[in-house]
């Protein structure tokens, strides 16, 4: 008797653990909130997501080295110009060489108030809570923090956008 009650608690124990643990699993996918991103800009601006609630919010991840995500940061840059301030954009760039990132803005004529570099050890974090390493996305945020898009396009920004 005494077996099966150990074995009984042992049970229930390890249902709350993986219970308790699964409840602080961030997950950057839709109908999800959002992993709060901090990071501090290149005029020492402490910027962070949680601060810009409110309204929606464009996390776009991008790299020199993806086509792809580099392709989509000039697009949401351009879609951004075009739209006022009807949302805020953060476009982060994981290069090595900030001296890369730097370049690129300028020669992708994009809006440096919204592009911001970080290295490789201030996006551990992040690379976890949006999965990065599995390659780069985009995420639009309601302003109530939940990830109502991953990889949105044009069109799908302005469905949103006219919304609100």
Same mark, same amino acid.
């Given at each position: ?11 229930? #124990?390890?249902? +709350? =653990?993986? /219970?308790?643990? /699964? ?13 709060? #991103? ?6 020492? +601006?402490? +910027?962070?997501? &949680? ?6 919010? =464009?996390?776009?991840?991008?790299? %020199?080295?993806? /086509? ?12 951004? @110009? ?6 805020? !954009? ?7 060489? *900030?001296? !890369? ?15 911001? @570099? ?7 974090? =992040? ?5 990065? &390493? %599995? ?5 639009? #945020?309601? *302003?109530?923090?939940? #990830?109502? /898009? ?15």
């Amino acid at each position: 008797m005494k077996k099966t009650l150990s074995y009984i608690i042992f049970f229930l #124990i390890l249902t +709350v =653990l993986v /219970a308790a643990y /699964a409840d602080r699993v961030v997950k950057a996918d839709k109908g999800y909130t959002a992993p709060d #991103i901090e990071m501090l800009a290149n005029d020492s +601006v402490n +910027v962070s997501l &949680d601060k810009l609630r409110g309204k929606y919010v =464009l996390v776009n991840f991008w790299d %020199s080295s993806n /086509a792809v995500s580099r392709i989509a940061a000039g697009e949401y840059d351009r879609f951004l @110009h075009n739209n006022g301030n009807s949302f805020s !954009l953060l476009s982060i760039n994981t290069d090595e060489n *900030p001296e !890369l990132f730097k370049e690129i803005v300028k020669k992708d004529n994009l809006d440096s108030s919204t592009q911001f @570099h970080i290295s490789d050890a201030k996006t551990r974090h =992040l690379s976890e809570n949006y999965r990065l &390493d %599995s390659g780069f996305s985009s995420y639009l #945020i309601d *302003p109530q923090g939940k #990830i109502v /898009a991953v990889n949105p396009s044009v069109t799908t920004l302005e469905k949103y956008l006219s919304q609100h």
